[in-house]
């Protein structure tokens, strides 16, 4: 496979573009709501602006700090597995099977 850095970097770039284009049209949706001055609008502005804040953190987080959660986990199970066979005893004394176990 890719090394881990190329592979989180490649596939946040991918998904960067579907997250942003569907935060927006949320964030564009909800914008009328977030400015009505009308009947209802004691309750749609806090909704709207919770919402919409809530999408802008998401998207962030998502974004950045997700891929950057991945590789550091991925990164110490990669230095863990390598530590563990760095240390498995080599087996040097046993036979072969001369014929398919199944």
């Given at each position: 496979?890719?090394?881990?850095?190329?592979?989180?970097?490649?596939?946040?770039?991918?998904?960067?573009?579907?997250?942003?284009?569907?935060?927006?049209?949320?964030?564009?949706?909800?914008?009328?709501?977030?400015?009505?001055?009308?009947?209802?609008?004691?309750?749609?502005?806090p909704?709207?602006t919770?919402?919409?804040?809530?999408?802008?953190?998401?998207?962030?987080?998502?974004?950045?700090?997700?891929?950057?959660?991945?590789?550091?986990?991925?990164?110490?199970?990669?230095?863990?597995?390598?530590?563990?066979?760095?240390?498995?005893?080599?087996?040097?004394?046993?036979?072969?099977?001369?014929?398919?176990?199944?």
């Amino acid at each position: 496979g890719r090394p881990l850095r190329e592979a989180v970097l490649e596939g946040a770039a991918g998904r960067m573009r579907p997250v942003l284009m569907t935060a927006a049209v949320a964030a564009f949706g909800l914008t009328p709501a977030m400015l009505a001055t009308g009947l209802g609008s004691d309750v749609q502005r806090p909704l709207a602006t919770v919402v919409v804040g809530g999408l802008v953190t998401a998207t962030l987080l998502t974004l950045l700090l997700l891929p950057a959660l991945y590789h550091a986990i991925e990164a110490r199970v990669e230095r863990a597995a390598a530590r563990r066979a760095a240390q498995a005893p080599l087996d040097h004394d046993h036979d072969p099977a001369s014929e398919p176990l199944a």
